[in-house]
Every structure is written in structure tokens, then in C-alpha cells.
């Protein structure tokens, strides 16, 4: 099977255009990644549930991975979306969902909550969120050239109203 066939496959299976758009952007097939052996799943790599210390050390690792990438090569890791997840993580206590899931990347309490992270290299402080999506918090991340972080908290009721498949949202709303 080539790299690509897995779309022609999900398309055969009836998932949505959306999706499979996503699993393109991907570049790969996700869901190659969780192919079971002979043996049946292993328990011993199942992820543990890390403590806030330990996720504050891997987020300063990894930005300081990502500023020595810059440093080095004058360009950016593509990993600011998962810095933004880690961030609500570490600093407010979201309990992410499982890689792919749809519809919100974690839970606060009893609410949902869809995290967006601003990187420094986005021109605009907008970001925008499927409508469709299952979510009553939105968590957005701002990450500075500096790799400085800020966040806020919105309501999901307290976003646009209107039509159209997405809700747009500025950092300074």
C-alpha cells in the first residue's frame, strides 16, 4: 500500500471530506501508529498520567528545544499547537483526550475544552474553531517570539453568534 492509500480507504469506510482532509494534513496514516503485534497490546507502555512538575520540565525542555532549533537553523519546529496543549495542560489541569479525538482536545472539570494556540509566526491574533465542535471552554494560547506564554479562558456562549462552519475569535475580544 502506498503512503496515500489509507485516504482512498478512509473515503471507502465513510468517514467525512473533513476528516479526511485532517488525515492528510498529517502526512501520514494516524492510525498505522496503534497497529496491535502478535502479541496483543502491552500494557507497560501504557502513557502514565504525569504530575504537573513533570509536565512544566517537558514543556521547558521542549522550548528550549524549539529556541535552539531557531538559533541553529533560523526556522521554527512545527510544534506550537502541541506547546499550547501542554501549556493548558500543565497550567490549568485539562486532562487531554487521546490523540485524533474529535470535537475538544481535553476536559476541565465537567466542561470541554478546545485549546488554539497564536504562534509567533501567525500574522494575526485571530483564531477560529469548527462550530460543529464539542466544546464549552476555549482555552487560547498566545506564544511569543521569546517563547513567552499567555493564555485565556473564553465561554463558548460568549463567542460570535452566527452561521458558517467556523467561529472566529481575536485575542483581544
Known sequence: MSDWDFLHDM??????????????????NPWEQFVEDEGGWDSDNEPKNPSTLELWELLDELVETARNYVEVTGRHLPVFGELGELYGEAKYGIKRHKPFTQGSDGKLGNDFVEIKTISPLKSNNTVQVKRAGNFSKLLIVKISEDFEFKAKMVDRKSLK??????????WSE
Open 161 to 170: 453568534k452566527g452561521s458558517g462552519k467556523h467561529i472566529k475569535t481575536n
Open 11 to 28: 473515503n471507502n469506510e465513510g468517514y467525512s471530506p473533513e476528516q479526511i482532509a485532517d488525515a492528510a494534513a498529517c502526512g501520514y
